[in-house]
């Protein structure tokens, strides 16, 4: 299954694709970077700063800055990971940044996280985010 992750909401498609993965589907996400968060955008770049700052650079905990591994860890909270079947679950979701030319067919979007769903709500694309944390591209 692709999906495509353009103005999606983070922790719906998060919960979506977790529960496809339970169920044994292979996910591909593409256009990681266009995904969003909502909120304040001073209140949620903040958040994601303190937790990038916090503990020891060897040790961690680590906060990634690449918006494919930055959306991948959240997937990854939805789902059982120390369990068997949440770590074989893990393996098969794959997050693209942007949208490769490997990728054959037709992305589908989720419909029930959807931002056109909700008007009038601020939010801020995974991308600049990650850009604030120091992610170059």
Not at 34 to 42: D, E, L, Y
Not at 128 to 136: A, D, H, R, S, T
Request: hydrophobic share 40%; with cysteine; net charge positive.
């Amino acid at each position: 299954m692709i999906i495509d992750g353009k103005d999606l909401i983070l922790g719906r498609a998060a919960a979506f694709i977790a529960k496809k993965a339970l169920m044994g589907e292979n996910i591909d996400l593409i256009n990681c970077e266009n995904i969003v968060i909502t909120g304040n955008k001073k209140n949620v770049i903040a958040k994601y700063k303190r937790k990038k700052s916090m503990g020891v650079p060897s040790k961690g905990p680590f906060q990634p800055r690449l918006p494919g591994m930055f959306v991948r860890k959240v997937i990854r909270g939805m789902l059982p990971y120390k369990q068997f079947k949440g770590k074989e679950a893990f393996k098969k979701i794959k997050c693209h940044i942007g949208s490769p030319a490997e990728i054959k067919g037709n992305a589908e979007t989720i419909k029930s996280a959807s931002i056109n769903k909700v008007p009038n709500l601020k939010y801020i694309k995974v991308g600049l985010i990650c850009k604030e944390l120091g992610w170059q591209k």
